[in-house]
């Protein structure tokens, strides 16, 4: 390709909004173009490194048994419903109407799909275990899209499902799909960790995040050097202090004016936070069949810890979880900032399962000014839910090893789940066992999103000149610059290199050279080799690799060849790269 027929240019500065590394390049090196929020244009160096990631999906997926097809985005309501998902997802699912005034909506994911095609093929045992999967476009109306294509509104995602006659089979499959993940962000160029995580709206039973760590990353990891547990804190758990052992004391009122905060009561009472009970009132959203219902949750731990949203919603079943309202908490009885679970009617009590062992906390009195000595779980009140609802923290210990652990951010790259028979029961996705009975299917769902990818790519391989792209996943292997004097010999090695198969980008524009290098430099191609006066009369060309210093003449009769070399030995080291993992599953 032609730089000067290139649709698309560099920039000198990058937009104002541009928070990360990789959104600032990606646009300045004219790889990516912003439409609105969260939806972006890729020009065509973009789509050429997108189009490299997913060449890799693809191979890896084969690899495993996995069959192409191509699903629709715009999917009729019904199997939303049929599903439940319908009236779990909020405002992130988006719904519409069609001209029939039929419900309709846009793919967030298409477990439904998969379940919809496997109960009209699948009929017997005997056709599984299959694989499927595509690369498609999906909406996510989320709220918040930031940093590029790291989080984004419309993405291409390569999802994947398997189809199983048993959960041996799945967790066959699962165990597939963990080693192929590894192997597709190696090729990319890309380190990751796969941690336990949280299932979320997918459902099933087990899940493993894909992350790449960075500090611009969203989600926060507890990690343990020691015995390698991983976990995404929404679900990591944590060993627990052992409470002080103590008789129950009587009940005690005492005055706490203007005293409405965990610190300023453990301030006020000369008391440790972890001697008082912490007060968190959340309104849970809960989806019984097509009915939809809100009820106000009480959740109570320890004061020096913090509440795990997710670990609550999971608890108690909510599909979406928000702050309560000051009106809704005082409608209970209770007083924010002195609220206390003693006496409270009509609420869900939730408690963390170290309250129980705490004796003699200072709690709330539900009454302003005032809190209550010796509140004790079971003597003074009970809850309806006893679990885990607290957040693990940098510095707390391994639940399996005792060691303390770190928090560490970083980026999901891609995701797998086992979904068991969550879609395939409600949607009569069935087969016929070798008995002739008949059976669910069971299912698991494994995604990666390409656009993030690449952006996480930029994220990892950039310096202060622009991007350092791996030659597996550059929009082409050569940045061939012409200079002055050098232009026919230039044109006649871009014949040569392109009559080989290598990829070229060839800057034959009326530049000066500073502006050529630094455009090569930000766009970041693997090799660049310069045809000028001056290399010719050193004897050939000059090459360079861009992630090196050293620049070196090239005999002009061996310029193609050493081209070639470059490139093999760049895939080799990639391709060192991509090793077993040891699998961390149940």
């Known amino acids: 390709m032609k730089m000067s027929h290139m649709f698309g240019h560099t920039l000198r500065q990058a937009p104002a909004d541009a928070e990360t590394a990789s959104h600032q390049w990606l646009v300045r090196a004219g790889f990516i173009r912003q439409l609105g929020a969260g939806i972006y244009s890729l020009l065509p160096l973009g789509y050429r490194a997108i189009d490299k990631i997913e060449n890799i999906m693809r191979d890896e997926m084969d690899a495993i048994g996995g069959q192409e097809l191509l699903m629709p985005v715009v999917h009729p309501a019904e199997i939303w419903k049929e599903s439940g998902r319908w009236y779990k997802i909020g405002t992130e699912l988006s719904r519409f109407h069609d001209k029939n005034e039929r419900d309709m909506v846009l793919a967030l994911t298409h477990e439904e799909v998969v379940a919809d095609l496997t109960r009209k093929e699948v009929q017997s045992y005997k056709q599984l275990p299959m694989l499927v999967y595509h690369i498609q476009t999906k909406w996510r109306d989320d709220p918040r899209p930031r940093a590029g294509l790291i989080r984004v509104r419309e993405f291409t995602m390569k999802d994947s499902y398997s189809l199983d006659a048993d959960a041996a089979g799945l967790d066959k499959q699962y165990r597939a799909h963990y080693q192929a993940y590894f192997n597709i962000f190696h090729r990319a160029g890309i380190p990751v960790i796969a941690v336990q995580a949280d299932v979320g709206m997918m459902g099933g039973t087990f899940a493993h995040e894909y992350m790449y760590l960075t500090a611009v990353g969203e989600d926060t990891l507890l ?14 758990r944590f060993r627990k202090p052992k409470a002080d052992k103590a ?59 913090d509440l795990n949203e997710t670990k609550l919603g999971n608890a108690v079943g909510a ?21 206390s679970p003693i006496g409270i009617q009509d609420v869900l009590v939730v408690v963390d399962d170290l309250i129980p062992e705490s004796a003699n906390l200072v709690a709330g009195a539900n009454e302003a000014g005032y809190h209550l000595r010796n509140v004790n779980y079971g003597r003074d009140y009970e809850a309806q839910i006893v679990a885990d609802i607290a957040s693990a923290e940098d510095g707390y210990l391994c639940p399996d090893c005792g060691s303390p652990m770190h928090a560490s951010r970083g980026v999901e790259v891609g995701n797998i789940f086992k979904l068991g028979t969550d ?53 082409y292997h050569v940045h061939l610059v012409a200079l002055r004097g050098g232009e026919d010999k230039a044109d006649a090695l871009y014949a040569d290199l392109r009559a080989k198969g290598v990829e070229v980008l060839y800057d034959e524009r009326d530049e000066s050279p500073g502006v050529k290098f630094n455009d090569a430099d930000l766009i970041g191609l693997p090799i660049r080799v310069t045809v000028s006066k001056r290399s010719l009369d ?16 090239v005999n002009w009769d061996d310029a193609v060849a050493e081209v070639l070399a470059a490139k093999q030995r760049l895939e080799a080291e990639l391709q060192a790269a991509v090793v077993e993992v040891p699998y961390d599953g149940e």
């Open 223 to 236: 990690l343990c050097d020691e015995c390698g547990y991983k976990a995404n804190r929404q679900i990591a």
């Open 423 to 475: 879609f395939s029961v409600p949607q009569g996705a069935t087969f016929l066992d070798e008995n002739g009975k008949e059976q669910p299917v069971v299912m698991g769902s494994y995604g990666i999103g390409s656009g993030r990818l690449l952006a996480c790519i930029a994220e990892e391989h950039h310096d202060e000149g622009g991007l350092v792209w791996p030659i597996s996943v550059a929009p």
């Open 319 to 339: 599909n979406e979880l928000r702050a309560a309202h000051e009106d809704e908490i005082k409608a209970v009885g209770a007083v924010p900032g002195y609220a």
């Open 538 to 553: 050193e004897g050939g060309v000059e090459m360079k690799l861009r992630n090196a210093e050293e620049r070196t003449i």
């Open 247 to 305: 008789e129950a004391a009587e009940l005690e009122k005492v005055e706490t004016p203007n005293v409405a905060t965990i610190e300023a009561l453990a301030n006020f009472l000369n008391i440790e936070k972890a001697q008082t009970a912490k007060a968190v009132f959340l309104m849970g959203k809960f989806a019984e069949g097509d009915e939809v219902s809100e009820k106000l949750i009480f959740a109570v731990l320890r004061g020096d810890m």
